[in-house]
């Protein structure tokens, strides 16, 4: 049976579905497990169908969890959207459920599940769950179709990168037939604040980058204070280097309030999750997530991205 199939007749055989994905959501996170959630809700209307995870107060705007008591989880379906390892899945009862799904387009690194969907081709998890619903002739509440669109417009970087197909396309075109506010939720997806433009403003004025496109910076607890923004919110600003003509790829190094450095690597074309793999991290080709515990780490991380482009 195709894989699609059997996600679906699982889903029929329980009474209570509770849906997970990663910690610190993103749009496409939100949008592909409250987009499966409205997707449910809308074709089986006597389920208990809840999602759980830490209310990002960047993304409420677009989607917020329910309340899940312990109890609840005994004898259910997890579903688990847009995370490729466990340790990323936020809220870890998952672990109680009976059955445990995962649906995700990361890399397989960390295969985990009863049932596991991963479609590395996808540009999105919020794709997969359109399709979900094509395959299996479910009907899409215009809710529903509004949060996988918003999902897709996340993680393409509105149709940017190339993990946008024709597939993904297509499938966005068919999201848009339904009835949502279209213009009202892309421009608030490139909406951003008067002090995040600032903090950008300083992305660019400090930006180190090499002579072969290798480029990183730093905000340190001093400069996000100075700006008054979260680390959350330094993800408005992730894509800004990305921009600029000669740069092929970047790291942005966030310091945490315990002193060690979130590294958000980004990169054109040559895939870099590798190095991130190697610090404690991982995540898609083009786009992954890393971990440093000093500035000698910081350093090592650059050498190993400018040693990509040499030659
Ligand atoms: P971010 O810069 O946090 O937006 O992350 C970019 C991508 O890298 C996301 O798709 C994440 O799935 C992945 N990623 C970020 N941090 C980690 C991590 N610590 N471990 C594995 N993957 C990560």
């Not at 089986?44 to 999602?51: A, D, G």
């Not at 005994?74 to 579903?79: F, P, Q, R, T, V």
């Not at 847009?82 to 295969?111: F, Q």
């Not at 992305?203 to 905000?219: I, M, S």
Request: with cysteine; hydrophobic share 40%.
């Amino acid at each position: 049976m195709e894989i699609c199939q059997q996600i679906l007749e699982q889903i029929k055989k329980y009474d209570t579905i509770i849906i997970h994905r990663h910690m610190r959501a993103d749009p496409d996170a939100l949008g592909s497990q409250v987009g499966l959630k409205e997707l449910l809700q809308y074709n089986f209307p006597e389920k208990k169908i809840k999602v759980v995870g830490y209310d990002l107060p960047t993304l409420t705007w677009l989607a917020t969890m329910d309340q899940v008591e312990d109890d609840e989880f005994e004898g259910s379906l997890a579903i688990v959207c847009d995370t490729a390892n466990t340790a990323r899945i936020d809220d870890k009862r998952y672990l109680k459920a009976e059955t445990i799904i995962k649906i995700d387009h990361h890399p397989n690194d960390d295969v985990y599940g009863d049932l596991s969907w991963v479609d590395t081709s996808s540009s999105s998890a919020s794709e997969m769950i359109a399709l979900f619903a094509e395959k299996n002739q479910l009907t899409l509440s215009d809710h529903a179709a509004e949060l996988l669109f918003a999902g897709i417009v996340g993680d393409t970087g509105r149709f940017l990168y190339p993990s946008t197909s024709a597939r993904t396309l297509r499938i966005a075109s068919s999201l848009r037939e339904y009835n949502f506010d279209f213009a009202s939720l892309t421009r608030k997806m490139d909406t951003i604040s008067y002090k995040i433009a600032k903090l950008q403003g300083y992305v660019y004025d400090y930006l180190e980058v090499d002579e072969n496109g290798a480029a990183r910076v730093l905000l340190t607890q001093e400069i996000l204070k100075r700006y008054k923004v979260t680390d959350a919110e330094t993800a408005a600003i992730v894509g800004a280097p990305g921009r600029i003509d000669t740069v092929k790829a970047w790291a942005i190094f966030v310091e945490q309030a315990d002193g060690h450095f979130r590294v958000r690597m980004r990169s054109k074309i040559t895939p870099i999750n590798e190095i991130a793999k190697e610090h404690d991290g991982g995540g898609h080709p083009l786009a992954s997530g890393a971990n440093s515990y000093s500035l000698e780490e910081n350093e090592i991380i650059y050498q190993k991205l400018k040693n990509l482009f040499k030659n």
